[in-house]
């Protein structure tokens, strides 16, 4: 990849981690810089609807939007797994990335969430962030789809986020209408493998936890 289109890839995968968070202000702060620094118009449509929803109206749509529904979850193992045994070894595919690097997410979030792995393939590797996140393409693109169908403002963020990626191939667009109709998985029978002891991948490297950080632009705070 060229050095010009690994920058504009990663500044995309920075700014759709941002837009994808919780909004708060501190956010809506920001959309002056992140709509100067942006690589693409497609963020527009969601740093529009920030800069104009009052806060409160924001927070609850977020909700609405991203808690309430099976087809809409930023936690990328999710759309494979559902809440079942298999995800936490899935899970630990993301810990153990995070890990080799010398990283660790916070303790009250999962290691799928996409805007930590966003923040990996912009911060810290973009190809095995890119890679984590193509593992899991269906659910992605899913997400994407569900967003559309929604006409929500977030939907042009994964619209973002998913042109940063190759087209889609055949076995791939297979993938995901299966997912659409079958929708994740319903068995809940807990996380266990991802807490387990016995298969945590062990401490990072340097010797303490280093908490992927959130991006921040000058004079955005």
Do not use: N
Not at 148 to 166: G, H, I, K, N, Y
């Amino acid at each position: 990849m060229r050095s010009d289109d690994a920058r504009r890839r990663a500044l995309t995968h920075r700014i759709a981690a941002l837009l994808l968070e919780y909004p708060t202000a501190e956010l809506v702060a920001q959309v002056p810089d992140l709509r100067a620094v942006a690589p693409t118009r497609a963020f527009d449509p969601l740093l529009d609807h920030l800069a104009t929803t009052p806060l409160p109206s924001l927070t609850a749509q977020y909700v609405e939007t991203f808690d309430l529904r099976r087809k809409i979850c930023l936690h990328l193992t999710y759309y494979a797994y559902g809440d079942t045994r298999e995800r936490g070894m899935a899970l630990l595919a993301f810990k153990r990335a995070y890990r080799a690097a010398g990283l660790e997410v916070s303790p009250d979030e999962l290691p799928d969430h996409l805007c930590v792995v966003l923040e990996y393939a912009a911060l810290v590797d973009q190809e095995l962030g890119a890679r984590l996140m193509l593992d899991h393409r269906a659910g992605l693109e899913l997400l994407r789809l569900s967003l559309a169908d929604l006409r929500s403002p977030w939907a042009s963020v994964v619209e973002a986020v998913c042109a940063t990626f190759p087209p889609l191939r055949g076995d791939e667009r297979d993938a995901i209408r299966r997912l659409a109709a079958e929708g994740p998985p319903e068995e809940e029978v807990g996380l266990t493998p991802y807490a387990t002891p016995l298969l945590d991948p062990g401490p990072a490297r340097p010797d303490g936890p280093v908490l992927l950080p959130m991006p921040s632009f000058p004079g955005a705070r």
